[in-house]
């Protein structure tokens, strides 16, 4: 078995939301894992919907795990302001079957990633299993995320992704100036998140 991180969500007030805007909100977190799988060469992921308003994703680069959860937030709330998702991870051994469909995978990191969503409150969208210091990195980013318009999750979906975009690139692909994404990400506590990614992905 490979080790995987295994990220189990649900859409947060998904009855409020219209058949429309529910299948539009599924469909953005699918095509941002595909987005993220295309974040490390070789990297095998998988994604798929549970029930009505749930859905999971496996990657087998548990380092980028942080980085994939907080892009998945920044995706919905560039969507509409509020429109957010619970997300528990958990990392450990499992195996995808061939078509890559997480709802048939086996392991444990598969089982803790579900069971942590549904141990989750109501007050906490991000959670990460493993607890300590991990934690409180999910649970500080968390509060970090809840404060994100929709302005700053469109800055924040530019320079999340790993890579080497510059602020001025951002910009450009979004049609405003360099000095509104500077003002979206500082607002966003982008430098803090960047700095946290850095720790978590490099142990540095």
Known sequence: MKRFA???????????????????????????????????????????????DGWQMALDRPVLAFRATLYLQAVLRRLAEGRTTRIAVAEGAGSLPDDRDPNKAHGPAFTASGRGLDQMGTHVLLLHAEGGATGAAYRLADALAAGWTQAQARALCQMLPPGTVTQAEAAAELGITRAAVQQALAAADYRALHDALQMMETGA
């Not at 189990?8 to 095509?31: C, F, K, N, W, Y």
């Open 6 to 52: 295994v990220l189990t969500g649900d859409i947060v007030a998904s009855t409020d939301l219209g058949p429309e805007q529910l299948t539009e909100t599924m469909e953005a977190l699918r095509a941002a894992a595909r987005e993220i799988a295309g974040w490390a060469d070789g990297m095998e992921t998988g994604f798929a919907q549970r029930g009505g």
